[in-house]
């Protein structure tokens, strides 16, 4: 069995919505572009950006009974009028979580195609990511009529109660009901079959499908992997297991995959204070919604006690400030907070997520069932910005470095409270990092004291703004550096000494 495919600690991941990039790609090809074919100057623009894996989000056969629950939804036809004026039914291709095969889809091309684009991956040194959706399957799947008993099913009493939740289905010449997949805080999926985990058959059977997958990448990100842990499913579907058809599960199902299939890194969507669970179960990565969500609507300074967690905790967690489920990162830190929560995402330990558009600055956030929307200009500004901080924490020090949150103390005024800041160290490289999530100018004080020499003189160089100071060592690791920077504005310093 290979090792898992690992470029570096700390990485960086890119995720593409693949129909919609292959599109765009068919566009300017004036040809049909699949994955087979993407001119090699694409593959090379994400490698100069620094990123280590790439994640080829929603590659599977889609659902063509999702398709027609989306085009026939009212809300999905006013969001794509507003979002994609002029579009389609031709544009509208299903929801990439609701699938009906783990096959690639004809818009993404064939499997040769997808290896194809594994093998240009690992030709520039990084690694390829697929989706596993563990909870459901799309309606049309073909195990919900050759396997129905790989689904929760309910009673047509249970049916005719609430006929949002449950669908029919006929197999073996009878009718059945099954469940739609849920979020027990949302309304049901409908386009989706939810899979039953009280069935040791069903897990098997998923288990079989990762190792399918798992020929053709080198990991897999695993939407809501949170459903399906033991105590949250029986705490949604335990009803239907009420005659005890099959016994409590022994074990984890992320227990029995990642013993079973090691190889793969796997990286979990998961929310509820499940993160460290997810971890502990064998993922390498797990969401850091919390984070996104204090960088989005809390006082900075919930942000900082959010970065006091255990560094072992923080190493295996997802960083991001936007992806194909939240709003786009240039719409929702608008008014000139982008910049600091870009830096701050980009310069934490973890793997650090960039989604499709994000660098160019796109607003319109592309739901998963349709392939365009209506152009967008490139925010040059945003761009620049981009190029210039992911070559920066692209540096060897940002991912073997050792990170270190710094206390930011009072200078004058009670505004530190706005400033984050911390060290990177490998060896003779150091890195100073400081952000201010305030609207407001922000002023503190910041001591060295175990970082720095106190008989040496060391260079400050800002690498976003390319400004340099000079401090002495006795300064640095005493009373500490003044500092004050204005709102919204990140400084990331290489510290030198002075020969």
Not at 129 to 138: A, K, M, V, Y
Not at 352 to 367: D, N, S
Not at 420 to 436: A, C, P, S
């Amino acid at each position: 069995m290979s090792p898992k495919y690992r470029p570096r600690e700390n990485p960086e991941l890119y995720e593409i919505n693949t129909a919609a990039w292959l599109y765009e790609l068919t566009q300017k090809a004036g040809r049909p572009v699949r994955l087979g074919e993407v001119p090699s100057a694409e593959w090379d623009r994400i490698k100069d950006c620094g990123m280590d894996y790439v994640w080829l989000m929603g590659v599977w056969s889609r659902s063509r009974k999702s398709r027609l629950v989306t085009l026939n939804d009212p809300g999905f036809r006013r969001l794509f009028d507003t979002i994609t004026p002029g579009w389609t039914p031709e544009d509208v291709i299903g929801s990439a979580y609701s699938i009906s095969a783990y096959e690639p889809d004809a818009l993404i091309g064939s499997w040769d195609d997808l290896d194809q684009a594994r093998e240009e991956l690992r030709r520039r040194g990084m690694g390829l990511i697929l989706d596993f959706i563990p909870n459901h399957t799309g309606m049309d799947h073909h195990w919900t009529s050759q396997h129905p008993e790989y689904y929760v099913k309910v009673d047509e009493e249970d049916y005719r109660k609430d006929q949002e939740t449950y669908f029919p289905i006929s197999s073996g010449g009878k009718t059945m009901y099954l469940a739609h997949g849920k979020d027990p805080n949302f309304p049901a999926w409908t386009d989706t079959a939810q899979l039953n985990y009280f069935n040791p058959e069903t897990r098997a059977a998923l288990v079989r499908e990762i190792e399918k997958i798992s020929r053709h990448c080198d990991g897999i990100r695993c939407d809501m992997a949170m459903l399906v842990l033991n105590d949250v499913f029986q705490r949604i579907w335990g009803w239907t297991n009420k005659n005890g058809d099959y016994p409590n599960p022994a074990e984890e199902f992320w227990t029995e995959v990642t013993r079973q299939i090691p190889h793969l890194i796997y990286l979990a969507e998961a929310y509820w204070d499940t993160e460290w669970t997810l971890q502990q179960l064998g993922f390498d990565f797990v969401y850091d919604k919390r984070l996104y969500d204090r960088l989005k609507d809390s006082h900075p300074y919930d942000v900082f006690l959010h970065l006091t967690a255990d560094i072992s905790y923080q190493k295996k967690l997802v960083r991001f400030i936007e992806n194909h489920d939240e709003t786009r990162s240039a719409a929702t830190f608008g008014g000139g907070k982008l910049e600091a929560a870009a830096a701050l995402v980009s310069s934490l330990p973890g793997l650090k997520l960039y989604y499709f558009g994000q660098m160019e600055g796109r607003r319109i956030r592309l739901p998963v069932q349709i392939r365009r929307s209506r152009p967008e200009d490139i925010q040059g500004g945003i761009q620049a910005f981009y190029e210039k901080l992911l070559q920066i924490v692209n540096e060897d020090v940002f991912h073997s470095g050792n990170w270190r949150l710094k206390e930011v103390l009072p200078d004058g005024d009670d505004t530190h409270r706005n400033l984050l800041t911390y060290t990177w160290k490998r060896e003779n490289e150091m890195r100073w990092v400081i952000i201010n999530l305030g609207r407001e100018t922000g002023r503190g004080r910041v001591v060295f004291q175990d970082e720095l020499l106190e008989h040496l003189r060391y260079r400050l160089r800002d690498k976003l703004s390319g400004e340099s100071y000079e401090q002495d060592g006795k300064l640095l690791t005493g009373p500490g550096l003044s500092l004050t920077i204005a709102g919204y504005q990140a400084q990331i310093f290489e510290i030198s000494p002075i020969m």
